[in-house]
Structures are given as C-alpha cells and as structure tokens.
C-alpha cells in the first residue's frame, strides 16, 4: 500500500503528494533536457518513488526518506546530474533554513554586518519556518491548505534565493502578498491588508507638524489608519464608494467606533431625588457626565436645558458667571493647529422672555463665551428660538454680534422636532453623518440635465442608506452607557419625530446653491422660480432618503444641518479633479456651501426657513453665517419678522 502521508522536519504529518516530487524533479533538471522531456522523467521517477515507498514498513517517513530515494531513482536511471542538483538544492535549503530569522522592523546600522539570517518580531527573533505562514494562510486568510502550502513555498524559495540574512515581517508580508496577487486570491489579500501610514506620508507630515502639538501628528496618523479599516471593512460596498468618489461625505470615519453625536437633559442630570442646589453644584455634574461622553462620542454632544437647571435655582448673576467659567476652564479644549475637539460640547438653551431667569442665563452664556474667545474652543452654545418671545430682537442682535467677535454661536429657529446632530435631542443617538454633494452630482448630470441630477441624488441617497445600515450594526453593539442614564437604546424613532433612547442617522447636503447655479444659471435668491426647484431638490433628496432607508429597515433617518468640519472643502476638491466645470463654478470659495445657505442677504432668511421646513422644520444659523451679517440690527430684525410671520414659529409648508 502507498504512503499516505510524510512527516515534516519539524514534527508535523501531513498527506503525502506525488506531485511535489515531480516539481522538485523538474526544479533540480531545468538546466538538462527539453521541458517535455523533464516533465516524462519527473512523472516516472514519482512513481517510482511511490512504489518505494510502498515497500517500506513506515507509515509516514519522513521528508528526508522521501527526497533520497528520489535521489536514488535519478541515480540508477543514470540522471546523475539532476541527482547532484537535487542534493545541492536540498543542502543549501537546510542550511539557509537555519540561518533565517524574521524581525518586524527594519534592521538598524549595527544589525545589517549580522550574518545569520533572522524574522525578528516585536516578542524577539525566532528561526525560519515556513509553517507560521502557512498557518497565517489558513487561519487569518482563510485560504485553502493545498493553496496555502503552496504560496508559502514560493515565499520561501523567494527568501533563500536573495541571499538575505534578515527580514522584517513586513518585507514578508510584502512577498506574501505579491504572490497571493499573482495567483489571483484578491480577497484573501484583503483579509491579510496592513492597515498603516507609508514612511514618505508620515514622514511628510513630520516635516510639516514641525514646530506644532504633537498631538495633531499622532491623530492623524491614528485618522488615516482607522479611516482605511472603516471603509473597507465597517462600511464598504456603495457607501464607502460614493464617499471615495465624492457623491458623499461620511464623517468621522478616522473615530469610527465613536457615535457622531449625543445630548443629556440638564435639568434630569442636576434634579431627581439629590437635586443640585447651587450653580457650582450644577456645574461638577455636567462636567462629569460631558468627560465621560468625550470618549465615546465623535462630532457634538450636548447639554440641553441649561438655562433652566441654573434658572430654577435663582441664583445671583455672578455666581451663575462663576459656574460657567469653572465649566469652560473644564470642557474646553483648545484646537492644537487644525485638529478638531472630538467631541464639541453644546451648551444647548432656549431663548426666552426679557426678565427672566431663564433668560439672565442665555445672557450669562453669552457674556462668558465671549469673554474666552479662542480659549473656549471646544464649547458651542446653541441658542433656539422657538417664537416671538418678548424682547427676544434684542438677545438675538446680541448673539449675532458675538458671533462676529469671535463667539461659538450657532442659532436655531422654529418648532419641530431635529437638529440631533448639534446636540439638541436628550437620550437621541446619532450613529453616522453624511454630507450629498448636490454640487458634484450636478456637474455629473450636466448643464440643464434635471432627470438625470434626480437619478444621481436617489443612487446616492441609496449610497448613504448603506453606510448608515452598516455602521449601525456596529454602533448598536456597543449597547446603552449607564454612566450617561443608560440613554442610547436601540428604539426606533417614532414617525413624527425620534423619541428618547432612538438610535438614529443624520443627512445634509452640501453645494445646493452650486448645483442650482450650475443647472440653471441663476441663484434661488435671483429668480422664484429658482428658489421653487430648490425647494423641490430638497424634497427629493428627503424622500430618497426616507425610501432607501425603508428599504432597509433603517428607521429614522434626520434630514438637517449639521456641523460641517471640512466636508464641503473635500468635496469640492474631488470635483475639481473630475469635472472641468468646477473650477469655475467654485470660483473664489474654498469649498461648496453645506447646509440650505445661500448668500447672505436679508431676503434670503426667509428662503432657508422655507427649505428648512424639509428638515424637520428648524433653521440653523452656524456662526460663520451670523459673523457674515454686515448689519447685525438688520439680520436680527429680520429673523423677529420671520418668526412673527410663521404664527408661533413653526415654519409652515407654503410659506413664500
């Protein structure tokens, strides 16, 4: 009976193959004969060994067994020669064997006179054995063993045949790779992928950071790696696409096992059974409860209610002044060079009547964010008017001017329910935010071409429902913090509106007054009827929106404006590549407009507050737009007039 299996030099059994003998055959006899000629030897002296090895008493000998009388066979058929070559091949294999070693590292100076051969890892050096890749082939690749024992062959010959006497594993992974590429295994290639920075890049970005936060360096190369992972493994497919292509923009995929944002009600965290019972009281709790969301949360997480937690305590001005400084001096986090705070806290308040308690605080926030300027980077104050409270032309004029002094203002109008993203919706989990490009899927449709701009928004639409659907999987896993109030659940939002503990997803746009100038030459603020097919590309994307998400049991899905970081300039800057029109479109922008923004006339407000009403019905007013206002009386009046025109300020459908 033929031998069914071999044991290894290291110990290892495995099946015995004929055809290994054939290629060692034709590997030691390519110098000697025709190539039809060594395949007829190889093919008969295998099976002489074979027959060999029948006759033997062992049931698996061993590799060396195997390769003499392969040796032997070659002898007696007077193949001398390719004998001699075989043994030659098989000595200088087992020398090399025990000379390799493999390191993660490349060697330094003193490491490159060694001679013997090492695969050093991070745990030290170990000697060569083929087996550790094969194994890696198997378990981490999920490749075939036939296949892996192969490619792991390859590798080898490849290392012995360079004559080094060290390397790295990450020249080893290299040669794996080239050779599973080689045989056409892309997605075993895949599953094997370093997630890294090349040494160029980051020593490029060394260079730049000179002088800067370290910091700065480290999250970015942390971004870049992370990033890499969340699209080709966390979301993938359409989503990762369309953001590679700029038909989207996913934020916060260099965090992507952080939520993009989240919100407490103050007053549940400074009441129930042991209620704060001063403003420094109510201070140390939010401090406690915004750290704790700082790690687990991306974009913005908000403290809603602030004015009404220090309200009701009806503290002395100067003591509600104390309390915000100590909690500034805490949350605060001043920007090294271009990183963002991850996340932004919003001290979320409602703007109320002139006289009142409430109202002293929202005047107190003001002053004190002011009052810090840079300092208080990493604190956004979110103030929301809901309608024509008393005196309320005068706080707003107020906060227009203190954002164009420098102050992180950001002024909400309207009822409704939204803005989940600024940290607006106590116990509302937003997983994923998405910018559309408007923008690039106009220039993509062409000048005039309005079916297919509709066609390019509902597969992008499609495209973010995807990446929303994947990277929610991942979020829910995460379950509910009980440090927070046990706040994040997996509920739906309701159909009206997201209920406390929803998990939901958010979508802006960006670039809609450049896709609209694009498709018809005009702006929405020049023509009505421009304006009209504003409004009408909105509901588009927000019906796209909501089918898609349908389609995959998504749930809520929030159409709003959300804070923007650098999403319009990216996408901006992948147009350009693509489209010969961009540049002109851009002009003298850095980027496209995110958000229903236009410029920045007094006729406009009342446009935004038409097309804010797709969104849930609130207007967002970021603090580039409020610093933008040339007159601050004039905008702020503008606003009261707004408002007092919508009734109690729900933004309705038809308004003009």
């Not at 087992?94 to 590292?105: P, Y």
């Not at 800067?212 to 966390?234: C, F, I, N, S, T």
């Not at 001290?347 to 109202?359: F, I, N, P, W």
């Not at 969104?615 to 967002?620: F, K, M, T």
Request: charged share 30%.
């Amino acid at each position: 009976m033929a031998a069914r299996w071999v044991k290894k030099r290291d110990g290892r059994i495995e099946p015995y193959d004929e055809a290994r003998i054939v290629r060692a055959v034709l590997r030691a006899g390519r110098r000697y004969g025709t190539a039809e000629e060594l395949e007829r030897l190889a093919r008969e002296i295998a099976r002489a060994v074979t027959l060999f090895l029948a006759r033997r008493p062992e049931r698996a000998p061993d590799t060396a067994t195997v390769a003499q009388a392969m040796e032997e066979a070659l002898d007696e058929t007077g193949h001398g020669p390719i004998a001699s070559a075989a043994r030659d091949w098989r000595g200088w294999r087992r020398r090399r064997q025990a000379e390799v070693r493999v390191r993660d590292a490349a060697p330094g100076a003193a490491d490159r006179s060694a001679t013997p051969v090492e695969v050093l890892s991070r745990t030290g050096a170990r000697p060569w054995t083929k087996q550790r890749i094969v194994q890696a082939l198997t378990q981490q690749a999920e490749l075939e063993r036939e296949s892996a024992e192969d490619v792991a062959r390859a590798v080898e010959e490849r290392v012995f045949a360079a004559g080094l006497n060290q390397i790295s594993t990450t020249l080893l992974r290299e040669l794996i790779d080239a050779e599973l590429f080689e045989r056409g295994f892309s997605a075993q290639l895949g599953r094997l992928e370093v997630l890294g920075l090349p040494k160029p890049d980051l020593e490029g970005l060394a260079f730049m950071g000179q002088g800067r936060a370290p910091l700065g360096l480290e999250d970015k190369v942390v971004r870049a790696a992370l990033e890499r992972y969340a699209l080709d493994d966390l979301i993938a497919g359409k989503g990762a696409q369309a953001h590679l292509r700029g038909d989207l923009h996913l934020l916060g995929l260099g965090r992507p096992f952080r939520r993009a944002a989240g919100a407490v009600d103050a007053v549940a965290v400074c009441g129930g059974e042991a209620p704060a019972r001063s403003p420094l009281e109510v201070a140390r709790r939010l401090i406690g409860v915004l750290r704790r969301a700082a790690t687990s949360h991306e974009l913005m997480f908000g403290v809603v209610g602030l004015e009404a937690a220090l309200g009701a305590l009806a503290a002395p001005d100067e003591e509600v002044s104390l309390a915000l400084e100590l909690l500034l001096d805490a949350v605060a986090s001043p920007c090294p060079d271009d990183l963002p705070p991850a996340p932004e806290a919003a001290l979320v308040v409602e703007a109320s009547d002139a006289g009142t308690s409430a109202r002293r605080v929202v005047e107190r926030c003001n002053e004190v964010l002011l009052r810090r300027g840079p300092e208080g980077a990493g604190v956004r104050l979110v103030v929301r008017a809901r309608g024509p409270e008393v005196g309320l032309e005068g706080v707003l004029r107020d906060l227009v001017r203190a954002a164009g002094a420098g102050a992180a203002i950001d002024l909400v109008l309207g009822e409704g329910e939204g803005v989940a993203s600024r940290g607006m919706l106590p116990g509302v989990a937003v997983v994923q935010v998405a910018f559309l490009n408007l923008a690039g899927l106009a220039l993509a449709a062409g000048r005039g071409e309005r079916r297919r701009l509709s066609a390019g928004i509902e597969r992008a639409a499609a495209a973010a429902a995807d990446a929303f659907h994947l990277r929610r999987r991942h979020a829910l896993a995460q379950g509910a913090r009980p440090a927070l109030g046990a706040l994040f659940g997996v509920a739906e939002g309701a159909a009206d509106g997201p209920a406390s503990g929803a998990v939901v997803d958010a979508l802006a746009v960006a670039g809609l007054d450049a896709a609209l100038r694009y498709l018809t030459g005009e702006g929405p603020t020049e023509n009505p009827r421009v304006a009209e097919l504003a409004h009408e590309l909105q509901g588009e994307v927000h019906t796209a929106i909501e089918a898609a998400a349908a389609r995959l049991g998504l749930g809520r899905v929030l159409m709003e404006d959300v804070p923007e970081r650098d999403a319009g300039i990216r996408l901006a800057a992948l147009d350009l590549d693509r489209f010969p029109d961009a540049r002109e479109l851009l002009g003298e922008a850095s980027g496209w407009a995110t958000g229903a923004t236009f410029d920045e006339a007094l006729a406009d407000v009342r446009l935004r507050l038409r097309l804010a009403r797709k969104r849930g019905g609130l207007l967002v007013l970021t603090r580039p737009v409020l610093a933008a206002a040339a007159e601050p009386d004039l905008l702020a009046a503008a606003l009261v007039e707004a408002l007092l025109r919508t009734g109690t300020g729900r933004i309705e459908k038809n308004e003009a």
